[in-house]
């Protein structure tokens, strides 16, 4: 990336702010304003691919020219089911009763736009989330706290008091909403490489052993 090339991070969201910058990037932040509805009979995979290249494309059309525009989008599956953001405290409750002692998924599709050349590369993970058998007072005590009502499936994996998942082995920080090792492969085909050891610092931010960060590195995941 040219010095005169500027990396906007297309979201409004604290933690992919604060994980980006793991990285040592220089960036700015744009908020995108899309309709995050899911078309009917669209599967996971497609919703929030459709939804990152949305809010990416957003931000590019009132970008400066040169810029890389990074977007994203989350979200919890269970059985194929999308999980949104609970609306309110019986939503919260009903959709961690479900997820409780059982595994579901969480994808995050990224997408990169650069506004010079009109390229797009886009990429997806998706991470297994075993959730540990926490108690209904341990819901009710969460949902008091107010953290379940901007995160989709009514949850954050990072949350000290309620650490809802246990023995996770796939990628944590794609499940606090941006999975950097598959970032930064996708920023290098546009030659924006990171300032900083993206799998050092992320591992010591998120307290995690990741055990697949050298194979997303190498695509073979």
Known sequence: MGKDTELIL???SPRRRELIALGGWKFTVQTAEIDETPLPGENPSDYVLRLAVGKAQAVAAAAPNPAVIV???????????ILG???DEAEARAMLERLRGRTHQVYTALTAVHTGNNLIFADQACTDVPMRAYTDEEIQTYIDSGDPFDKAGGYAIQHAGFHPAENLSGCFANVVGLPLCHLTRTLSKLGIQPEADIPENCQRTLAYDCPIFAQVLQGER
């Open 85 to 87: 953001k609970p609306a």
């Open 10 to 12: 297309a979201s409004a």
């Open 71 to 81: 977007a994203a989008d989350t979200t919890v599956v269970d059985q194929d089911e």
